[in-house]
Nanobody, 124 residues
Framework: QVQLVESGGGSVQAGGSLRLSCTASPFVFSHYCMAWFRQVPGKEREGVAGRDSSGKLNYADSVKGRFTISQDNAKNTLYLEMNRLQPDDTAMYYC??????????????????WGQGTQVAVSS
């Protein structure tokens, strides 16, 4: 069973920053695609940013220039650095992982392993 442990959510004012963390097992971290998604009630889960099968980092247009993925190989952790946060970024954020070959930022139904989610709230 794939376990993804997320942390780092919270409340922040518009313009602020947060960093989310997703820790996986060494095998998952090294061999799986990994990504961040977010979801608000009543809407579909949308891709935010991810690392695909080629190792390329991909971002949704809505977060390009504001969000950055980084990783700590020693800690098997994927980070999502979120800067210049806006109220529209308010959502539950989920880490996802999948062993399938995927390129770009694949949509949510393609991913089979999910973390528990961490809430991000941005006030204006």
């Amino acid at each position: 069973q794939v376990q993804l442990v997320e942390s780092g959510g919270g409340s922040v004012q518009a313009g602020g920053s947060l960093r989310l963390s997703c820790t996986a097992s060494p095998f998952v971290f090294s061999h799986y695609c990994m990504a961040w998604f977010r979801q608000v009630p009543g809407k579909e889960r949308e891709g935010v940013a991810g690392r695909d099968s080629s190792g390329k980092l991909n971002y949704a247009d809505s977060v390009k220039g504001r969000f950055t993925i980084s990783q700590d190989n020693a800690k098997n952790t994927l980070y999502l650095e979120m800067n210049r946060l806006q109220p529209d970024d308010t959502a539950m954020y989920y880490c996802a992982a999948d062993p399938s070959t995927m390129y770009g930022l694949a949509p949510a139904p393609r991913w089979n392993n999910w973390g528990q989610g961490t809430q991000v709230a941005v006030s204006s």
